[in-house]
């Protein structure tokens, strides 16, 4: 999700008793944190055919890093299904902070091999009648987590999330296709990655070149 949005929910916990006048009104009242399955035209497992490089193990450590959709990567976002609330809070009656792990959703998706990115971004109500999102301002934008495509056509995918700016981590699967692995990912996983490759690849000694002596 956007920093923005994370710190909101995470440090915002408003008494309208302590900080407003009698009749006040927070602006906005509330602010929820949507997500949806995408196909994402610029993933990270999209790179040129004619690329002489083999870059399977980066891409795999860098799908475990989300990042914020500038305006023009929202314009390659394609979404599968309709976005849903992950989490919300009411500014006018928290008190304490939201729980922002273990947070899961579920969608049905028709296209599910486009699939390829969970896409997340705020709803801010400021009114009854007044809403923004923020996958169209410039101000806060949406974030994108990246995922290899599954190989069934249709199907449920679930997304399950700890939001936690250093040390969140998220997954996906399939409740519909049992037999096939949830993906999980999240900084944690591409660290350990790295340690088992490091462990698994001898290290080479490199002998300096000699010198030859004059005469």
């Known amino acids: 999700m956007t ?22 009104v927070l602006i906005p009242q509330k602010l929820a944190m949507l997500a949806a399955p995408a196909h994402f035209e610029k993933s990270v497992n999209n790179l040129p055919a004619d690329l002489p490089l083999t870059t399977q193990y980066l891409k795999g450590l860098r799908l475990n890093y989300g990042h914020h959709l500038s305006l023009d990567e929202r314009d390659d976002i394609k979404f599968l299904a309709e976005p849903k609330k992950l989490v919300e809070i009411d500014f006018r009656a928290v008190e304490e902070a939201p ?11 028709k296209q599910l091999r486009k699939a390829n990115a969970i896409v997340t971004f705020n709803r801010s109500r400021f ?3 007044i809403e923004m999102d923020s996958f169209g301002s410039r101000s ?21 999330v700890t939001l936690d700016a250093q040390k969140g981590t998220w997954s996906v699967g399939l409740p519909s296709h ?9 900084p944690v996983f591409a660290f350990s ?6 462990q698994m690849t001898p290290h080479r000694k ?9 005469g």
């Open 3 to 24: 920093r923005s949005g994370l710190r909101l929910l995470d440090h915002s916990f408003i008494s309208e008793t302590v900080f407003l006048e009698p009749h006040g």
């Open 99 to 109: 729980a922002l792990e273990n947070l899961s959703l579920s969608w049905r998706v």
């Open 127 to 129: 009114t009854d009648e």
């Open 140 to 160: 806060w934008g949406a974030s994108v987590n990246e995922f290899v495509p599954f190989e069934p056509s249709s199907g449920e995918l679930k997304y399950a």
């Open 178 to 186: 049992p037999d096939l692995a949830t993906q999980s990912y999240g």
């Open 193 to 198: 990655r790295v340690r088992m490759a490091q």
């Open 206 to 214: 490199i002998n300096p070149p000699k010198i030859k002596k004059k």
